[in-house]
C-alpha cells in the first residue's frame, strides 16, 4: 500500500465513529419515512465499509481519491422493495430527506442493451444534512435483489470466465425475472383498482355486480350494513355494542347460498324481523348489558340456516365454520335450537 492510501486509511480508522453514527441516522430516517408513506418493503439494510474492504478498494482504484471523502460507498444504505413501483416511489421520498449528489448517482434500470438483460438497480450517492461525508443508497426490488446475488455468486466469486452458453441461459432467466417484476406491480395496480370500483359499487347500492369474497365482504362491512338491527338489540336491555371482526362470517354467507353482495343484502332484508325475534327471546330475560356487533349478522344466519330447512346439523355447520369444531358447538346447538323453537317461523 502506497503512502497515499496509508493517508485514507489512517482518516478511515479516525471516522470510523462517525461512519457509525451515520449509519444509525440513515437507517432510522429511511424507516421513519417508510413508515410515514404507508410503503412496506422486505428489507431495510446498512453497513459501514470494513477496513479490510476498503484496503481491496484503494488497492484497485487507490489513485482515484484524493481524500477519503471522495469515497462514497463507506457507508451503504440499501432497501428492497416488493415491487418496482416502490422503487420510485422511495427514491422521491429519499430526495426529500437527503441532499442527492446528481452527478454521481446512476439509475441502472436505464442503462441495459435492447438485446441484454441483467442487474437493475437505482444508486443514489446522498449526503446526510450535518455531515461532510457521502454514503450512498441502492433501490432494488427482491426479485432484482435476488438476481444480483445469484449473479454474483456464478459470475465474480468463481474467479473463471464464464463460457457464452451459461451467460447467455443467465441472460434469459435475468428476463424472466424482469417481466415477473413488471407482472407483479401490474397485477397489484389492477388489484387496486378493483378494489376502488368495488367500494364505488358497494356506495352506490349496485350490490348484485359484487361478487362475494374477502376483499369485497370487507367493503361492504365499510358502510355497516347491521348497525340499525345491532342498535335494536342493544335496545332490548339497553347494552353496550361491543366491536368485533365479521369477516370470520364470510364462509357461513357462502354456505347459506351468497354469491353476491346483493345475495347478502336480501339475506339480511328478508331474515332480519326474525333475527331481532330470536335476539328478544335470547336476551329478554337476562341483564346483560354488553352485546357483540357480531349479533344482527349471527342471528340472521342462525334464522337462514332454519328456515331453509337446516335444522340442528345446518347449525352445527355454521357454528363450526365460526369456532371450529369444538365439543361446545354441540350445546351451542341445543341452546341456539331451544331458543328459536317457539318463534313464530319455527312453526310455519
Known sequence: MDLHSEFIVEEYREARPIFEKMQSEVVAKLREALDRNGIIVTAVEARVKTEESLLGK?????????????????????????????????????????????TNSVDKRKLHQ?????????????????????????????????????????????????P????????????????????????????????????????????????????????????????????????????EIQEVPLIRYLGVLKELGCNSLGDVARLRNQYEEDAYALARHQLGNTDLDIISSAVGLQNICIVATLRQGGGKNGLLKLFDILNGHTSENNELVELTYQQAASLPFMKA
Open 58 to 102: 484503494l488497492a484497485l482504484k487507490g489513485a482515484k481519491y484524493a481524500t477519503l471523502s471522495d469515497i462514497t460507498d463507506i457507508v451503504g444504505a440499501r432497501i428492497i422493495t416488493f415491487y418496482t413501483d416502490d422503487v420510485d416511489r422511495i427514491a422521491a421520498m429519499a430526495e426529500q430527506l437527503f441532499e442527492i449528489d446528481w
Open 114 to 162: 435492447l438485446d441484454s438483460f441483467g442487474y437493475n438497480s437505482l444508486h443514489y450517492v446522498c449526503r446526510l444534512p450535518g455531515y461532510d461525508y457521502r454514503f450512498e443508497l441502492q433501490l432494488r426490488t427482491t426479485l432484482q435483489h435476488a438476481w444480483a446475488a445469484i449473479n454474483h455468486d456464478t459470475g465474480y466469486k468463481s474467479g473463471v470466465e464464464i
Open 164 to 239: 457464452r452458453e451459461y451467460l447467455r441461459r443467465m441472460n434469459m432467466l435475468a428476463g424472466v425475472l424482469e417481466m415477473a417484476d413488471d407482472e407483479f406491480s401490474r397485477i397489484r395496480t389492477e388489484i387496486n383498482d378493483y378494489r376502488r370500483r368495488v367500494q364505488q359499487l358497494v356506495q352506490n347500492g349496485q350490490l348484485d355486480d359484487v361478487l362475494l369474497d374477502g376483499d369485497t365482504f370487507r367493503s361492504y362491512l365499510n358502510v355497516r350494513p347491521f348497525e340499525k338491527l345491532n342498535r335494536r338489540i342493544a335496545a332490548i336491555n339497553q347494552a
